[in-house]
């Protein structure tokens, strides 16, 4: 700072450092807030009797991924009947969440996001297809744990086993899925869904991998690579153009790929979210309209949180059930 006085210098450094400190403990505030008001209101429904008590089954695993390296916990739901003798024959779609950041344990969507409730409510209350709900712990190397869904480049700081979470997802996670539970083993039976950067997440995997996946959530997600913020640590210092682009739907769509038309992608945000994610709704409808991909594009009111995502995951389903009632029905 040319023609600034040492003491001044020092004192707008001291000043931005305080800005930064400030806004960096508003935001976990927030955070914590919102935890607190989640738990709170979990512990409401508990005493009050109004929880809901599940059909079918949620139980925690744990699975070596060779991918990672390390060991990871997977929460999944089974529907109602899945244990009855009677249908043991019965094969089921499989419904895989991704988490946000920040995620300490990895299982929000089961804590906050209540999916296995959702699911259960609807598959009794509603006569929606019966599916099975995995719910990884997908953490990475990044601050709080952000993992952004990809194979971390090798050139990553802080490097240990749990980068390579894309194959984790991809390989190991649907590998483990198939060998263990009674799943459809089909593209057409699989759904992969997130909310914010697990959203993203579901989309670039989803959309790289179409012979795994043909159906995606992305709720309040992204649609290009950010390599800045929590993700820095996952991307590296310089990320190369190449690793970016490869990891950026709303960019590499523009090279096609006949297999993307048979996909289908539930696109959802909150009227109240940040402009960010709503503009990145945008560019991304945009570009699956110019491909001819099907899709579903809503918003609801709320903001960038569980209260709306729970909501946004029902109308997902929802508008999902055709193909889970289709691709569920008996061969033959």
């Not at 043991?88 to 929000?108: I, K, Q, R």
């Not at 153009?241 to 960019?251: C, G, H, I, T």
Request: proline content about 7%.
């Amino acid at each position: 700072m040319k023609g600034v006085p040492i003491g001044t210098r020092r004192s707008l450094f001291v000043r931005g450092a305080l800005v930064v400190a400030t806004l960096f403990c508003a935001g976990n505030l927030l955070w914590q807030i919102d935890w607190v008001r989640q738990y709170s209101e979990m512990a409401w429904i508990a005493v009050s009797g109004h929880r809901w008590v599940l059909h079918g089954n949620s139980t925690a695993h744990q699975m070596t991924s060779p991918s990672t390296g390390d060991k990871r916990i997977v929460v999944v739901y089974t529907p109602p009947g899945y244990n009855d003798p009677a249908q043991a024959a019965t094969h089921y779609p499989v419904l895989y969440l991704l988490h946000g950041s920040p995620d300490p344990n990895g299982d929000s969507w089961v804590r906050f996001g209540r999916a296995p409730e959702i699911v259960d409510r609807m598959i009794v209350t509603d006569n929606f297809p019966p599916i099975i709900v995995v719910c990884p712990n997908a953490n990475g190397i990044g601050t709080f744990g952000d993992s952004e869904y990809i194979d971390a480049p090798a050139y990553s700081r802080r490097r240990r086993s749990a980068t390579r979470i894309e194959s984790f997802i991809d390989k190991d996670l649907v590998a483990w899925t198939d060998k263990n539970f009674r799943t459809i083993d089909d593209p057409r039976a699989r759904i992969l869904g997130g909310a914010s950067s697990g959203g993203y997440g579901a989309v670039n995997i989803g959309l790289k991998h179409p012979d795994i996946y043909s159906m995606m959530i992305s709720l309040s997600g992204y649609y290009r690579a950010d390599p800045t913020g929590w993700a820095r640590p996952v991307w590296g210092r310089h990320p190369s153009n190449s690793d970016l682009l490869e990891n950026s739907p709303v960019d590499y769509l523009a090279n096609g790929n006949p297999q993307w038309r048979q996909d289908f992608i539930y696109v959802g945000d909150g009227t109240s979210d940040r402009t960010y994610y709503r503009n990145s709704d945008k560019q991304m409808v945009a570009a699956l309209t110019r491909q001819g991909i099907p899709y579903a594009f809503q918003l609801v009111p709320g903001r960038h949180s569980w209260d709306l995502w729970r909501t946004l995951l029902v109308n997902a389903l929802g508008d999902l059930r055709p193909r889970l009632i289709d691709v569920s029905k008996p061969a033959g």
